[in-house]
């Protein structure tokens, strides 16, 4: 296999749902198969592999180990992130070569891809200038370098020329890390976007406008990159001794053992603060993706500024929702009544019909935003709703400059307006509402998979970020737009505390974050918002710190067992005043806590507590809150996570089916995060939803990646509606596709 599509995109495009798998039931039918083997992978394929040694080795060293291997060939020698080596070869050598006992762990790489003013001054950026450092210098980040992995960045635009510092590109193999341009639809700017929020020094200020960037290039055309690329990028930042490194990319895959996971964790231990955007693919539990879920780097989920966003009322009961206006999209005119004309997918401009003053509700698929949009404008529509097929919200953006505005709106969201409309409801008005501190929907949520713990870890703004790109500015919304914020305000922190390490600039942003709620009141998960929206100011002005910032106790055993767990953190007292401290347990039945007896520390005095916990009850998988630490100057509030049972995470993500690029075959991967005690590929007739059989089976597969290829003479040719299915500890879990397998064609190319 010579290419992997576990990509991190801004849309969640599978759906995971709940389908029994045992024979298979299908609307009350139980459907008796027989069982495929399991093919094996070709053991001549070309794969680049990511090697891990248990103990360092030089170069020369690692050649000798790989001299009785004839078709390998070394690529890279890795120093800073870990002792290691990227390598390509044939697959029988690969399984030959991750049999000897001084590598500890070897694994294909994968592909990454890309994950805004008034946001700045919300989390107090801006007041943090009247504050100045030990030097008597304002607070603007000076003196502090932020390296930036990302697509490049346009190093001419007039807002960055004076912080760029130089950087490296290693998609081309030079030192100009120049966006992509004179490429059409591949051509990139998000890593100048990014650039913009945390240091701009312009028309548009940054969060530290005076901080040096240096850029690095590891995704290409399209915002592409493999592992080898990103995890080359961190070993040059840690060779140029950056303070800060910010990657707002990532997968969709939740493992806390990926090759760039354990690279920034090994960043974090050389004194760089790692900062990553958490992913896109909310609102379901268990979404977040490397390395967002590295546990020592800071994990960054997306709330919303203070901003105007449009709603609809609908209905007898006057249902309100909130529209999630595409970027790109002109502004929709509020307080005014219209009707509404539902057209399905929309397709083609003939489904559209004559639906002038209206507003046209379409579903998503099939054609492009763009293309919807159009058509529904050169039908006369005023407004196009368009409903996400699957659940959950959806980021999207219009590519050309419109009449109409353009919104999405959740596929549950779409299924209540079309009932209103079948009862004889066809009309909807429009109105502004002032919100802030919300959690964005598409933001992707914790916990991490195999260690359970809290991620994200804080909240940024992360909708309608208006920034820097190639030419001007321009807004664009996701957890890529909010973890700049973090990286930029770890800047100003470095500056104003020069001598304090990773974890202590983390446990500042975290131990003084604002928990957010929802508009019913309720507290958000820490799943989902980690210690909640960061504060700049009390960040840089905190009395005291406790490492680590997030109380995650890991699984308890099974009921009979022992369902007590223990975690430790550490106490600082960075005042120049001895301060008291003093627990506080959550309001809570259903864990029994026992917290240390009160304690002082003297200015600068730390001290290692432990906190203990007793499951009392197990009739959710989940329990959370946050548990309070507090002090005369200071109260704490520390996000805590515990597991019971065994936790509800989908058995199946990240499943991607493609052509090989050799064209005699079919190759898929797809991720366990907890193994599975049956895996597979079941085929259906998309009309009559008749079983036709299974493109792949099997038992007892590892955790992890799995990856494998279909032989041409075993793929059964044509449409199908698919369920990707997995089976472990009595919970079943399936991603649910049409896709279409295609004979290859012979092309034939004119030569010049």
Not at 311 to 328: D, T, V, Y
Not at 518 to 541: D, F, M, S
Not at 650 to 655: A, K, S
Not at 690 to 703: H, P, S, T
Request: charged residues 25%.
């Amino acid at each position: 296999m010579t290419r992997v599509g576990l990509w991190y995109k801004l849309l969640c495009i599978l759906c995971v749902i709940t389908f029994s798998f045992s024979g298979m039931i299908v609307s009350g039918r139980e459907i008796k198969v027989e069982i495929p083997p399991l093919p094996e992978p070709s053991l001549d394929e070309e794969q680049v592999a990511i090697v891990v040694l248990e103990e360092r080795k030089t170069e020369d060293e690692i050649r000798a180990m790989l001299a009785p291997f004839k078709d390998m060939e070394l690529r890279h020698v890795f120093t800073e992130v870990f002792s290691g080596f990227s390598v390509s070869g044939p697959v029988r050598e690969l399984k030959e070569l991750g049999g000897i006992q001084r590598i500890s762990s070897i694994s294909k790489a994968v592909s990454y891809a890309t994950d805004g003013e008034t946001s700045i001054p919300y989390i107090g950026a801006t007041d943090v200038r009247g504050l100045y450092d030990a030097k008597d210098h304002r607070l603007t980040g000076e003196g502090v370098m932020v390296g930036v992995i990302d697509t490049g960045i346009d190093y001419q635009h007039p807002d960055l020329m004076r912080n760029y510092d130089g950087g490296r590109d290693v998609i081309d193999g030079d030192q100009d890390p120049m966006e992509t341009t004179s490429q059409g639809r591949l051509n990139t700017f998000h890593g100048t976007h990014v650039a913009g929020v945390i240091a701009a020094d312009g028309m548009m200020q940054g969060i530290a406008p005076k901080a040096k960037i240096k850029a690095y290039r590891a995704l290409g055309p399209g915002g592409f990159g493999t592992t080898e690329q990103v995890i080359m990028a961190i070993e040059l930042a840690i060779r140029d001794k950056v303070d800060i490194l910010n990657l707002s990319l990532g997968t969709t895959v939740n493992g806390p053992d990926l090759p760039v996971s354990l690279a920034l964790n090994k960043a974090v231990e050389k004194g760089i603060v790692a900062v990553t955007s958490n992913g896109n693919s909310g609102p379901n539990k268990w979404t977040v993706g490397s390395p967002g879920t590295s546990g020592k780097a800071i994990s960054v989920g997306a709330s919303t500024p203070p901003m105007k966003i449009p709603f609809m009322e609908f209905g007898a009961n006057r249902n309100s929702l909130a529209l999630q206006p595409l970027i790109g999209s002109t502004e929709w005119q509020t307080e005014r009544t219209y009707e509404v004309e539902d057209v399905g997918l929309g397709t083609t401009k003939e489904e559209y019909g004559n639906v002038t003053g209206n507003i046209t509700l379409v579903d998503r698929g099939e054609v492009t935003f763009t293309n919807k949009a159009l058509f529904a404008q050169e039908a006369g529509a005023i407004g196009l709703l368009i409903v996400n097929n699957v659940e959950g919200d959806f980021v999207g953006n219009i590519e050309e400059f419109l009449d109409i505005p353009v919104a999405a709106l959740s596929k549950e969201d779409g299924a209540k307006l079309r009932r209103e409309m079948k009862n004889g409801t066809d009309e909807i008005r429009l109105h502004t509402k002032e919100v802030e501190d919300v959690l964005a929907g598409f933001s992707s949520r914790g916990p991490v998979t195999g260690n359970w713990m809290v991620k994200p870890d804080v909240l940024a703004p992360g909708v309608a970020i208006n920034s820097t790109v190639p030419g001007g500015y321009m807004e664009l919304q996701g957890t890529s737009m909010a973890a700049p914020h973090v990286a930029g305000a770890a800047a100003l922190l470095k500056q104003a505390h020069p001598s304090w390490k990773p974890e202590q600039i983390k446990a500042a942003l975290m131990n003084t974050a604002k928990p957010l709620v929802t508009k019913n009141g309720k507290p958000y998960a820490v799943y989902e918002q980690g210690a909640g929206r960061i504060q700049v100011v009390e960040a840089i002005e905190t009395k005291s710190l406790v490492m680590p910032s997030a109380l995650s106790f890991g699984k308890v055993q099974r009921v009979g067992g022992d369902r007590t767990k223990q975690a430790e953190v550490t106490v600082q007292n960075v005042s120049d005043q001895r301060q008291t401290y003093q627990f506080e347990a959550p309001d809570t039945e259903m864990i029994e806590w026992r917290f240390p007896a009160s304690f002082s520390l003297d200015a600068g005095e730390s001290k290692r507590v432990r906190v203990t916990a007793k499951l009392v009850d197990n009739k959710k998988s989940l329990y959370d809150g946050f548990v309070t630490l507090r002090s005369k100057e200071q109260t704490i509030e520390l996000p805590y996570l515990l597991v019971a049972k065994e936790p509800d995470y989908p058995r199946v993500m990240g499943f991607d089916l493609r052509l090989a690029e050799e064209k005699d075959k079919w190759e898929y991967e797809v991720y366990l995060p907890g193994g599975a005690e049956e895996f597979g590929i079941a085929l259906y007739d998309p009309d009559t939803l008749r079983f036709v059989g299974f493109l792949d089976w099997g038992r007892n597969i590892e955790r992890g990646l799995l990856e494998r290829e279909i032989p041409m003479d075993r793929v059964p040719f044509g449409d199908y509606h698919a369920f990707i299915f997995a089976r472990k500890s009595k919970k079943e879990d399936v991603i649910e596709m049409e896709i279409a397998l295609q004979q290859p064609v012979t092309r034939f190319h004119q030569h010049r």
